[in-house]
């Protein structure tokens, strides 16, 4: 657009005389460039007018060109459509390795997740049905102050202790417990997103498929299976944005 087009908008069509300049606009309110306007004698009130009135108009036809309103970008996850979009639409529940997520932040970063950025990194504007994060609890090691932030943050808490066997050793896992729960939700929302890298919920993919939901995984990348990012429609990657300062 050259310096000399400008525009003005109205729900009524007609024109309107902005000192040297006549703009207007149709029935339907959308706006009419005029080439020969002279903007020279606009002040800076009505310019800024007219930019919120262009920036208007740039969100329609994004939108109405199924583009991402906000950055004009091709969507490569469901699309965007008018109004608010089918990923707004989206109903998503999440699942939470929390053992997975702590020794893949500590390995690769040193660091801490923030469990509320990751969360709104995965849903996005999607609609969240539920959240559930799945817990190990450890003998002589105080959660409670953590526990209470993942319930802040929007979690529900699973909690499983530590098992010691015959021959002395312990064990504690989730999988098995996790990937029957995102089974069962696979009948009650549009998206499941398991929250680990591990590549044994890649076993899970076909039954939740077969149920009607997208399934996604959201991870570090150095710590995202291969197998499991098969296995999904789509993964979200987490980095050093997504950890505690």
């Known amino acids: 657009m050259s310096e000399s087009q400008t525009l003005s908008t109205g729900a009524d069509s007609g024109t309107h005389d902005h000192g040297s300049g006549i703009t207007a606009t149709g ?12 903007v020279e004698s606009l002040d800076r009130e009505d310019l ?11 969100w329609r036809l994004r939108r109405a060109l199924n583009l991402n309103p906000a950055t004009g970008e091709l969507p490569n996850n469901g699309g965007y459509a008018s109004p608010g979009g089918i990923l707004a639409r989206q109903t998503v529940a999440v699942f939470v390795d929390v053992q997975n997520m702590y020794h893949s932040a500590k390995k690769a970063y040193g660091r801490n997740l923030s469990y509320a950025k990751m969360l709104r990194a995965c849903v996005r504007n999607r609609r969240l049905k539920r959240a559930i994060a ?8 105080d959660q409670v102050s953590f526990l209470d932030h993942l319930r802040y943050c929007g979690f529900e808490i699973r909690k499983r202790e530590v098992i010691e066997r015959m021959d002395g050793s312990r064990k504690a896992e989730w999988e098995l417990g996790m990937a029957m729960d995102m ?7 549009d998206v ?3 929250v680990s890298g591990n590549g044994v919920f890649a076993d899970a993919a076909p039954m939740i498929q077969s149920k009607g939901a997208k399934f996604e995984c ?3 990348r150095e710590s995202m299976s291969d197998l499991l990012i098969r296995a999904v429609d789509q993964y979200h990657v987490l980095t050093e944005d997504h950890l505690y300062k």
Not at 183 to 189: G, L, Q
């Open 218 to 220: 959201c991870a570090f």
């Open 134 to 141: 799945y817990v190990i609890e450890r003998e002589g090691i």
């Open 183 to 189: 089974v069962r939700a696979a009948e009650k929302v």
């Open 48 to 58: 800024e007018e007219r930019y919120l009135d262009l920036k208007d108009e740039v």
């Open 27 to 38: 029935s339907d309110g959308r706006l009419i460039l005029d080439p020969d306007e002279a």
């Open 192 to 194: 499941v997103i398991v």
